[in-house]
């Protein structure tokens, strides 16, 4: 039989969700961890994958399998040690990596994250997904460059900007000969300019049309901000996040990274504020749409009126499932209320609520940057209803 090629990408802000809705049957996760201070070198990456492979056969032994069950994930096994043993991981700058495989679902998907995420093995019946869920790059961001002649768009995430178009116009440079003429030259080096302003405005917003970003931020020389401000096309002006101090022509993706991380990091971290204060609001009044605490937020997530989960950074919990339903519950609770079937204790159910969440397309955020969860016991939800 073939060897199976598989899918290599960059995680998405939606790569967690459609792996989630995989079919179900089992699925090897193998998280990789390629942090540059400990697995810099080929031999640190070689015995963390033989570590993580020995894991996997270990966990495979162990799953509860029919005997079709097991031939498969063995063989999938086989594949992802020989994947990982070419030491062909595509890292281009990544921190970690996962990869994904089932046969019975037609998955082998490797990841590329720009977060560092634990070395791991799990073997269950939905692909592991928590970790991404975790080190999702987050909104997509535009940083808009310009001045009087050149103008340069760059998109992508926090850590993932690169430059996508150029727009370049013929403007004159000014000159100094006085009179009538130096007026009249004048004139028309404003008029070029101002029309090379529009260009690269009007070329922003057709891209926008076709792939729209979440936030905006613009860079331009100082007398020249306000006018590529006021020109946006109103769409473009409600996601305008900030400016950036930089060179517009002579300077590299890397440069516009730096100085878009402090605005990128001011808007994530009042998005979580936003989200939070929902969240207290609907927990104060009797009637709000706000819950807190294992128990409630479970809850919540079986009835499917889920809007946000909100789940504090490092934040894990022991619970129960219902082999027959899926239902979750906590750990004490020793039959399935749905149908009356023994629960099954885990050690960490913070991944089953994850995907209950994004199969009901609720939002999943990791707060990172505020304390308000510890209140609540480290997970809370904004309701819908």
């Not at 995430?157 to 430059?163: D, I, N, P, R, V």
């Not at 009249?184 to 729209?212: D, K």
């Not at 400016?243 to 002579?250: A, C, G, T």
């Not at 009835?303 to 504090?312: G, S, T, Y």
Request: proline fraction near 5%; glycine fraction near 8%.
């Amino acid at each position: 039989m073939a060897a199976t090629t598989p899918r290599t990408y960059d995680l998405e802000a939606d790569t967690a969700r459609r792996l989630a809705e995989t079919g179900s049957g089992p699925v090897l996760s193998v998280y990789v961890d390629l942090e540059p201070s400990e697995f810099a070198t080929p031999p640190a990456r070689s015995a963390q994958v033989r570590s993580l492979v020995d894991e996997a056969g270990r966990q495979v032994r162990a799953a509860e399998l029919s005997h079709e069950e097991e031939v498969a994930l063995r063989r999938d096994l086989d594949e992802v040690t020989a994947y990982l043993e070419r030491g062909s991981l595509p890292a281009n700058g990544a921190r970690a990596v996962a990869v994904f495989r089932s046969s019975s679902s037609d998955l082998f998907d490797v990841v590329r994250l720009s977060r560092r995420a634990a070395a791991r093995v799990v073997v269950d019946d939905t692909p592991y997904v928590e970790p991404l869920v975790e080190a999702a790059p987050g909104a997509d961001w535009c940083v808009l460059l310009v001045n009087r002649r050149v103008g340069r768009m760059f998109r992508g995430t926090a850590g993932s900007l690169e430059e996508v178009a150029r727009v370049t116009s013929d403007t004159h440079g000014q000159h100094d000969q006085g009179g009538w003429s130096q007026r009249n030259y004048e004139a028309s080096v404003e008029n070029e300019a101002a029309q090379h302003v529009r260009r690269t405005i009007g070329a922003l917003f057709r891209r926008y049309r076709l792939r729209p970003f979440d936030h905006l931020l613009v860079g331009a020389p100082p007398e020249l901000v306000t006018e590529v401000e006021e020109k946006l096309h109103p769409y473009l002006r409600e996601r305008l996040a900030g400016r950036v101090e930089i060179d517009v022509e002579n300077t590299t993706a890397a440069d516009v990274r730096q100085a878009a991380a402090p605005r990128i990091e001011e808007r994530e971290t009042l998005r979580e504020r936003e989200v939070l204060d929902r969240l207290q609001v609907g927990v104060a009044r009797p009637d709000g749409h706000g819950t807190s605490g294992l128990g409630t937020v479970l809850e919540a997530l079986a009835e499917q009126r889920v809007e946000a989960l909100l789940i504090a950074e490092g934040y894990t919990v022991p619970g129960v499932v219902c082999p027959a339903c899926g239902w979750l519950g906590p750990e004490n609770v020793e039959a399935c209320p749905a149908d009356g079937t023994a629960t099954q204790r885990r050690d960490d159910i913070v991944e089953r609520m994850v995907e209950r969440a994004l199969e009901q397309s609720a939002e999943v955020l990791v707060i990172r940057r505020h304390p308000d969860l510890g209140p609540h016991g480290g997970v809370g939800a904004v309701l819908r209803f």
